[in-house]
């Protein structure tokens, strides 16, 4: 047994102590001393029952899989158990049944059934693909009575992996395996990543349930994964699918939950969509679906058209992209009663079916009629839901009838997919079909950066005139309410006058039709003289790799959201992010390693924070490193789409007309005598003397 240690001797006593009821008699202990210093540890150590290696850190730096490698060629056994010191015996067999399963053919590893303090269960086997693409353990959390799905939390199985809080495999295939990757997963994920590679050598693990054991997890080192190393996982086994979770459970779940689920038995045949955008302004969720449908398009097998009830500047990207684009307010009547609704709900679904399209993607809870057409006209649907509002409330915007319409349309859809895992606990009174996913909104890198290196650094400084040693704080996004940018402003008016004269604020993103916009501006002119040029807004646009450019610090003052694109766009610059905690934002960043939070409207506290990064480059440099690690360790633009597209396919093969069975549409989506506009701010012109199906008529 190979147990590591820093200090903890309480810890340690209690694991050796409960050692002594094993049944299983042949077996030495090992310890770990990983530069322990506290005297009553170094004293019990020095008589304990055990071998004592001194290992330290080689870089000053803890690393689990390199101090176990190190511990296993110094030792000299058959077979090897690998013990945290934060367990605690509770079987008596645990150790004799782990070596029995070790000795039948095909065994690489076994691990032990894990009960937290309070008997529920910690581990019964890793799981890869929980936690959005990571891995996870079986069954965390259930009662240590609970069978779970199939009985499966309280059986021996196979398993993708075990954990090394307790793991028994043999000593020469550990070292013929290279043991514990030292380089990629030196604190975390080392276990799960050696029992990938024993899958790929052809090994099994073996969960062993007749070996249970406490886990005091994170009594010594504490909890929290490093990005660096969650980054190193999605690039290193992203691509892997457990073959011991089936695709009908819901990744989302630990406890091997069913969910309704297609899986598609096609991936050539291509798939008509149908997109609802509800705008097609430069803002967070149109570009979230102007992303979605460009990229499926791009990697192929489907053949998006957009229809939009509002015009906008990004109408003219789609047009760039080669996507039919549409822009029709009569499809939808949200306030002009039932009869109006119901006609425009008919519009929208003749238009369904005169385009022979396989599903539908509606984008935001505004697009609750494009899914009640969906349902009327048979056909699947998708809706990517960004508001973070309570279900309660959110419609009530609408007639009472309407908005009865709008909350039915939840259990319709083939999934329900939310980009943050606080909006979907908001919603999720309504999942009583099991229809809610979770994909989250993902930034693209490789554009993001070509737009950044056209826009050199000193150019982009330069033309804001922001000095050498002054430190740039960036705040965009529509200046609305929701947003809370008053916050900065009233932050920089707060500060000392020698913190003022180190900060340049851009705030980019005025909408001037809306008062809280306008107000922002009175507010800036309203700042004392030598503040007033320090703090610069600028009107919405989408060309904004100059700010990001000359940022030093980005700002997100946000009372309401969900999974902002602007954070990713953050992470992607590489800045120390100065942030409120709302909905799905801790769900991007790391309080205190790449991010500082301030509660909405504590302004005073939002000055302390921007003034102390400003004081300080080295801690700026420190967190900026830090988000460009947390990017990596979240999911990539190229899994959004790929996992979009799985979901688009198993719905479009949900419906009773399978895809290869679709009828074929007209060349274009839109078939049939619309009106159509080349540029925005043209005049409509008659689509049928042109013989052109496409209708982009101003809202």
Known sequence: MVIPTKNQGKLLRDLLKSLEKTTYRHYRVYIIDNESDDPETLAFLSTAP????????????????????????????????????????????????????????????????????????????????????LAGHAFKLLPWWDGGAMGLARVSRDAYAVTAACMLTPRE?????GGFDERDFGVAYNDADYGYRLHDAGYRSVVCAEAELFHHEGATRGFGDAPREEANYRRVHGHRRDPYFSPHLDPRSEAFVVQPTVVPTSDRAPVRLLAVSHNLNWEGASRFELELMTGLKTVGGF?????????????????????????????????????????ARG??????????????????????????????????????????????????????????????????????VFTARSSSEIWKDLETRGNFGLIRYALNVDRFRDELAACPRDVARAGLGIGEDEVCVLLLGTVCERKGQHDLVHAFRAMPPEAARRL???????????????????????????????FRIVDETGATAAYWQAADVFCCSSRVESYPHVVLEALGRGLPIVTTPVFGIPEQVRRDLNAL????????????????????????????????????????????????????????????????????????????????????GEPPVDAAALGTGVETSAP
């Not at 190190?70 to 079987?91: C, K, P, Q, T, Y």
Request: charged letters at 25%; glycine letters at 8%; aromatic letters at 8%.
């Open 303 to 343: 053949e998006p058209a957009v229809v939009s009830p509002v015009d906008g500047p990004l109408r003219e990207e789609y047009e760039r992209a080669g996507i039919d684009i549409r822009v029709d307010p009569s499809l939808v009547s949200i306030f002009g009663g039932a009869v109006a609704y119901a006609e």
């Open 50 to 133: 055990a071998t004592v290696f001194r290992i330290p850190n080689a870089d000053g730096a803890f690393n689990y899989a390199a101090i176990h490698n190190e511990a296993v060629r110094r030792l000299d056994e058959d077979l090897i158990v690998f013990l945290n010191n934060d367990v605690e015996v509770i079987e008596p067999r645990w150790l004799s049944q782990m070596v029995g399963w070790s000795r039948l053919p095909g065994v690489g590893a076994v691990g032990a059934r894990l009960l937290y303090s309070d008997r529920r269960l910690q581990h019964a086997g890793i799981v890869h693909g929980l936690h959005e693409g």
């Open 347 to 416: 519009r929208t679904v003749e238009l369904l079916k005169e385009g022979g399209f396989h599903a539908l993607h509606a984008n935001t809870l505004q697009g609750f009629w494009a899914v009640d057409a969906a349902r009327a006209a048979g056909l699947p649907s998708i809706w990517s839901v960004h508001e973070s509002e309570p279900w309660r409330s959110y419609f009530d915007q609408f007639p009472s009838d309407i908005a009865r319409i709008a909350l039915s349309c939840m259990e319709s859809p083939y999934r329900v």
């Open 597 to 680: 939070f301030y509660e909405p409207g504590d302004v005073r506290l939002l000055a302390r924070h921007l003034d102390a990064l400003a004081r300080d480059p080295a801690g700026r440099a420190a967190m900026a490193a830090a988000s460009s690690w947390i990017l990596k360790a979240l999911p990539s633009h190229a899994d959004m789409i790929a996992q979009y597209g799985r979901l688009f396919r198993a719905a479009a093969e949900s419906a009773s007309g399978a895809v290869a069975g679709a009828r074929t549409p007209a060349a274009s989506a839109f078939a049939g005598p619309h009106l159509f506009r080349t540029r925005i």
């Open 173 to 177: 295939l550990f070292l013929a395996m």
């Open 504 to 534: 340049r604020c851009v705030v980019v993103g005025a909408r001037d039709s809306l008062e809280y916009s306008r107000e922002l501006r009175r507010l800036a002119s309203d700042l004392p003289p030598d503040r007033r040029e320090r």
